[in-house]
């Protein structure tokens, strides 16, 4: 049992990484990477709402669409889930701590959007996970999105004040970037056998 | 097919009424008091008193951090008006941070100016209109006068004129709170 979670939590945080080997998630990891503060609060954000939305989406295939005979409509029950829980976590948020909920801003909303949740709602229902499995599922792959993007982030700052030739500045050097942190990450891949 | 309705149906109340439940249960912050406060400011949003704005005035002076006679552009009035409010004695404004003036507005001297886009980024009400290398000019209506687009100006073609008459104070707290709004959203 302790095996087989910290495989699952090995396997999505460095191996089946979301970003880079799933490449799920990739619009709020281009999207806010250029300032580590904003990325560390993104990572927050995202770690709790994956895990979160993978329990509860779990919860749900099992005990509403499975017995209903309707696990043909997953995608959309998953997505109201999805959204339904952001939202509440927002209003949650902005009552309890109007602080944070400042410091996440906009990055909050735009978590019901990140496919990388709906992924993870979908793979636990097709690698058959139980519901302890899917809570790990969710925090690992939550994990392991926050670790890519506040490196990232890290990354994309320095390169900022790097000589970047004229063509390369912006979005491109930011995609060759990511694309040699995940030929980096391909090194975990032999580590887990998903 | 109907078991697929229905389920799908059900799923989406409840998730309807876990959301009206967690509203009812969390009611979004807005302390009344704040927004009494912030009503008798004159929402200038000058941050002559230390703070980015009219509303994080309002909060430090609702939180007791901050004391009531810090808003220079309010002056006397707003100062008796708060203490009349809070119940407590009216202080002399605090001169350090700035002298009582009459209502102003900017206006630019639209044959000096360059178009740099300098006192655009510097206006908190956004209040004034151009582009880079263009002429830019002041919305008399929505300039408050807080006098942020003055130092920033390289060509000193900003100047403020007596406003022609009382800025409303409705409309410029309605602006305040839509351009919250954006903020938050």
């Known amino acids: ?194 | 097919m109907l078991s697929a309705i229905l389920g799908l149906s059900l799923l989406a109340l409840t998730l309807a009424a876990l959301l009206v439940w967690v509203a009812r249960r969390f009611p979004a912050d807005s302390d009344p008091l704040v927004v009494e406060i912030e009503t008798l400011l004159p929402q200038t949003q000058c941050a002559q008193c230390g703070y980015p704005g009219c509303r994080p005035y309002a909060e430090a002076i609702a939180q007791g951090h901050a004391e009531i006679n810090r808003c220079p552009p309010g002056g006397t009035a707003t100062i008796q008006a708060l203490a009349d409010l809070l119940g407590c004695e009216a202080k002399p404004l605090d001169e350090s941070l700035g002298e009582e003036k009459p209502p102003l507005v900017a206006i630019i001297d639209e044959a000096s100016c360059i178009g740099c886009k300098l006192c655009i980024q510097a206006c908190p009400v956004d209040a004034i209109l151009g582009a880079a290398k263009r002429m830019h000019t002041v919305i008399a209506d929505e300039c408050t006068g807080c006098e942020l687009c003055i130092p920033p100006c390289p060509v000193d073609c900003i100047d403020l004129i007596p406003a022609p008459q009382v800025a409303s104070l409705p409309n410029a707290l309605k602006r305040a709170q839509r351009i919250q709004m954006q903020v938050r959203a």
């Open chain 1, 1 to 194: 049992m302790l095996e087989q979670g910290l495989l699952i939590l090995v396997s999505t945080v460095l191996a089946n990484n979301f970003v880079l080997t799933r490449f799920l998630g990739l619009c709020p990891f281009m999207g806010v990477s250029n300032k580590i503060e904003g990325a560390m609060g993104m990572a927050l954000a995202t770690m709790f709402v994956l895990t979160l939305a993978s329990v509860s989406s779990y919860l749900v295939y099992q005990y509403v669409l499975l017995p209903l005979n309707i696990t043909y409509l997953a995608t959309v029950s998953f997505i109201l889930i999805i959204a339904a829980l952001v939202q509440a976590i927002e209003l949650i948020i902005r009552s309890q701590s109007p602080l944070l909920h400042r410091v996440l801003g906009i990055y909050l909303p735009l978590i019901t959007t990140n496919c990388a949740v709906l992924g993870v709602a979908l793979l636990n229902v097709r690698q058959q996970h139980h519901l302890f499995e899917a809570a790990l599922f969710g925090f690992g792959a939550g994990l392991g999105f926050g670790i890519v993007l506040v490196s990232f982030a890290a990354l994309r700052e320095r390169i900022e004040r790097s000589p970047v030739p004229e063509p390369f500045k912006g979005a491109p050097i930011a995609l060759i970037t990511a694309g040699i942190m995940a030929m980096a990450f391909m090194g975990f891949t032999g580590m887990v056998k998903a």
